[in-house]
């Protein structure tokens, strides 16, 4: 009796391995795959004009699509601003053109992105300082420009929050998280999340304040 106890608990035991050796190979679930939705280049000069006109020949060339123009929202008198003039251009890529240009961003930061650059929603973004980092052939007649790049993150299932029939809403299990944005950026990408910066608060003002207190 004892033998056969001792046989039926590693024959138990072998089964329970091998249970578990099989849920390790099963892979997860390919709905929870994250993948680029679209990402949105935009660069802001701030005024309207042949600057403005140049910085749409740039997106013109990197995106390979006619960009759109950004009007301001309202007046601002020190910047020169006026409402409803164009000071910026953006436009939006998607598919593998979306990924290569991607790629070369995340190339020229050094694959190093700082932990505020991740959106609670699961986006993130960043900028460069200089077009022709991305290899852009530099042009006089253009001049540099600084690109800001903004990479919208997408799940299988989302569709059903933006068709037309039967619309429903996104499970809160299904959303994308902060934490899942930064681990795949961390895993597919190999990047490496910076430590954060320190703020330091300058200013008579505040000295006198924090003195008061």
Request: proline share 3%; glycine share 8%; hydrophobic share 35%.
């Amino acid at each position: 009796l004892f033998s056969v106890a001792m046989a039926f608990s590693r024959g138990v035991a072998s089964h329970s391995t091998a249970m578990a050796t099989e849920k390790s190979e099963k892979k997860e679930n390919p709905m929870k795959e994250l993948f680029v939705e679209k990402l949105v280049l935009n660069i802001c000069v701030g005024e309207s004009g042949d600057r403005l006109t140049r910085a749409a020949k740039v997106l013109e060339v990197l995106a390979k699509q006619s960009p759109v123009f950004s009007k301001a929202r309202y007046t601002v008198r020190t910047f020169g601003i006026r409402r409803n003039e164009k000071i910026a251009v953006h436009c939006t890529v998607r598919g593998e053109l979306a990924e290569q240009i991607l790629e070369q961003g995340l190339k020229v930061k050094e694959y190093e992105l700082y932990k505020e650059n991740f959106s609670s929603t699961g986006n993130f973004g960043f900028g460069i300082d200089e077009h022709i980092d991305l290899g852009i052939k530099y042009d006089p007649a253009i001049g540099i420009y600084g690109i800001d790049f903004y990479v919208v993150m997408g799940r299988k299932g989302f569709r059903i929050s933006r068709r037309r029939q039967q619309t429903s809403r996104v499970g809160a299990p299904h959303r994308i998280t902060k934490d899942e944005t930064i681990k795949w950026f961390q895993q597919k990408k190999q990047g490496t999340l910076l430590p954060p910066k320190e703020k330091v608060k300058k200013g008579p003002q505040y000295q006198r304040k924090k003195g008061k207190k």
